[in-house]
DNA sequence: ATTATATCCTGATCGC
DNA sequence: TGCGATCAGGATATAA
């Protein structure tokens, strides 16, 4: 599922669920994991739940030091899914990796795919990854047209990394250059300053309306209480090959950037 | 130093 | 209806 507003909404929803609750057990129902790298977490308290990046951060407590304990970082991938369940002791079913047994209830780790990672860190300041969060104070369109400055990668690909800007996928990214008005396989230190500040504004405006629509539902994502996300109904390009597009109502067209489909108006995107 | 390809997995969908 | 090929919102290791 998972770009950065269906992560902030999961994230959002396990806070208050979550938050104040101890772990009781852990238990692993996948080979792949190892259980052993998840059982300092036992008798811990939760202290906090938010989004880093594109992974759910899970705080937890330090005897004697509540807020320097460790930090538990989940990234979803494609298919992982978190929710809490009130009743801890229903049979493990298909995709269920890890149940985490709380004092109250339970939090679950249902993943099709397997390809989420679970990765605990002594602290915070280890689980913050180097990036900056495009939906930060720290992102701002000198910050964008300085790095742009510095690849001749396409833009699609550009912002598709996460080593600069941390939570960007595939359906965003889309979205922000079709809004910007920018052509995806564009060099990109090709955009002008204006250009930069009008992605810029594009990114920060389609990431905040799809947090607010609970991120966007395709093929699975469901959020922490099994509901769909609403954004999918705003979506101008991506997944709309051949569909008007909502500006000019040229066809929108497709094509394939590092083996990722890419959606864009030829007639609005220069 | 960038930039392509292969790989980790499973399930839904597409075309014949 | 059945079956193999293809594709899926991610990221990394390896190769070129």
């Known amino acids: 599922m998972p770009e950065l507003p269906e992560v902030e909404t999961v994230a959002r929803q396990l806070a208050p669920a979550l938050t104040g609750r101890r772990v009781v057990a852990v238990q692993v129902f996948d080979p792949k994991i190892d259980p052993a790298s998840l059982e300092p977490l036992i008798g811990r308290t939760i202290t906090a739940v938010r989004r880093i990046g594109k992974q759910v951060g899970i705080g937890f407590s330090q005897p004697g030091i509540p807020e320097a304990g460790p930090w538990l970082c989940i990234h979803l991938r494609m298919t992982g899914r978190l929710a809490w369940a009130p009743d801890c002791r229903q049979p493990p079913v298909a995709p269920l990796r890890v149940r985490f047994r709380l004092d109250r209830g339970a939090l679950l780790f ?28 720290a992102f701002t369109p000198a910050r964008l047209t300085a790095w742009l400055a510095q690849s001749a990668s396409p833009i699609k690909v550009w912002l598709m990394r996460q080593d600069r800007l941390v939570g960007l996928g595939n359906i965003y990214v889309s979205e922000a250059l079709h809004r910007a008005g920018i052509h995806p396989a564009r060099p990109a230190r090709s955009l002008s300053f204006d250009e930069a500040a009008r992605l810029h504004k594009a990114l920060r405006l389609i990431l905040r309306s799809a947090i607010r629509c609970g991120g966007t539902t395709i093929f699975n994502f469901e959020n922490a209480v099994g509901a769909a996300g ?5 979506l101008r390009v991506y997944g709309r090959e051949g569909d008007p597009c909502a500006r000019c109502r040229t066809p929108i067209q497709r094509l394939v950037q590092q083996q990722r489909s890419t959606f864009f108006c030829p007639t609005c995107q220069h």
């Open 110 to 137: 249902h993943d099709t795919r397997r390809f989420g990672t679970l990765t605990l860190y002594p602290t915070l300041r280890d689980a913050t990854p180097a990036g900056i969060d495009p939906t930060g104070r």
């Open 230 to 234: 609403q954004f999918q109904r705003r």
